[in-house]
């Protein structure tokens, strides 16, 4: 009995820690450095972009999104910059949290080493180049603080492979590595180690076509046999995550889980009940919307949805539960039972999603 009463706490105690890291990435977006948060230079045939408060995961910050938008604007109109590469200073992040919309008409390559998660995504993952390394941590984990995966999640994640997006959307899975290639978030894969040899090479080019980067990046993933020969980590199970999330409703995705019984549905279906119920029915319908839509159009739903979620109160409930760890909406989350009632009770659809989408298909 002691022994059980351990394994419940342990697990209480590791679902907070996955919360409060969350958390943190949000504080971390609104704090301001002394230094510059973002260097914005010329080198070679290149204008290259560095988040530049590794303290911080490289979070975004709306004074960072500015600046990198204007000038982004700049280089798009300047003929001697040919491409645009971007990182994260430091080791450990590329970019953990905050958000920049917009497409650059430039090469743009992302170096998406470390973590990788929220606004971090939004400036790689719609870029013709994305390279991951060994370190490269990739999650869209808003479900768990009342949120979406926006940032054009509504886009790219029903365009992975079969219905991978819509279970890394609404579990938060984690990718590391050469998975994050192999599930189709990153174009390319090389080892860290090389990674500063490569930006060299990149702005070393002379007036490079699309065709001349994507050689340079080719030749640098064919060298890399890093976990070459080690397989996807959701491979066994892929044909499962097919028919599992290919419903229409998040309770018969539950069911799907409960009827399966195998120790991995179970773990899954154990994350899930831990999530918003209004955070899972909201993404399971941003992704049914949005594998139909353009970018522009889903970036146009998806905001006035961040709109309608600042007006209810999961999000704001998510947000204080990770703070503490004791409130209401963080005990709904760790019994099995109240997620549950909760997804039957919201009905098809949380009131909120249909005058968010509908309103934009009108106009």
Excluded at 192 to 216: H, R, T
Excluded at 259 to 275: H, N, W, Y
Aim: some cysteine; overall charge positive.
């Amino acid at each position: 009995m002691g022994l059980q009463r351990l394994c419940r706490l342990m697990s209480r105690f590791n679902s907070y820690k996955r919360t409060n890291i969350i958390l943190q990435h949000l504080k971390m977006s609104n704090h301001t450095d002394a230094a510059a948060e973002v260097l914005l230079e010329r080198k070679g045939c290149a204008g290259v972009i560095t988040l530049n408060r590794p303290r911080f995961l490289n979070t975004l910050t709306l004074g960072m999104i500015r600046q990198i938008y204007a000038q982004l604007k700049k280089w798009e109109q300047d003929p001697k910059t040919f491409l645009i590469i971007i990182k994260g200073a430091g080791e450990k992040a590329f970019c953990a949290g905050g958000d920049i919309r917009d497409s650059c008409q430039k090469p743009y390559i992302a170096l998406i080493h470390g973590i990788t998660m929220g606004g971090g995504v939004g400036v790689s993952v719609h870029g013709q180049f994305r390279v991951a390394t060994e370190k490269s941590v990739f999650a869209m984990p808003e479900t768990a603080i009342g949120l979406f995966p926006d940032v054009g999640g509504g886009y790219f994640l029903p365009r992975l492979q079969g219905k991978l997006g819509y279970f890394l959307a609404l579990t938060g899975f984690r990718l590391k590595g050469r998975d994050v290639y192999t599930a189709g978030i990153a174009t390319h894969f090389v080892d860290f180690e090389k990674l500063g040899m490569l930006e060299e090479d990149l702005l070393a080019l002379k007036s490079p076509s699309k065709e001349n980067i994507a050689d340079v990046l080719e030749t640098y993933h064919a060298k890399s046999k890093t976990d070459q020969d080690k397989p996807f980590i959701l491979e066994e199970h892929m044909d499962k995550i097919n028919s599992w999330f290919s419903a229409n409703t998040v309770e018969q995705i539950v069911d799907n889980l409960q009827q399966d019984g195998s120790s991995f549905a179970l773990e899954q279906l154990k994350v899930i009940k831990k999530m918003s119920p209004t955070s899972l029915k909201i993404t399971l319908r941003q992704l049914m919307e949005g594998s139909s839509k353009t970018l522009p159009e889903v970036l146009i739903m998806e905001y006035r949805l961040s709109q309608a979620c600042m007006k209810g109160h999961d999000f704001h409930e998510g947000v204080r539960a990770a703070e503490a760890f004791e409130r209401c909406l963080c005990s709904l989350a760790k019994s099995p039972e109240v997620p549950a009632l909760l997804l039957s009770r919201l009905g098809e659809t949380p009131a909120m999603v249909n005058p968010a989408i509908y309103h934009f298909a009108c106009t």
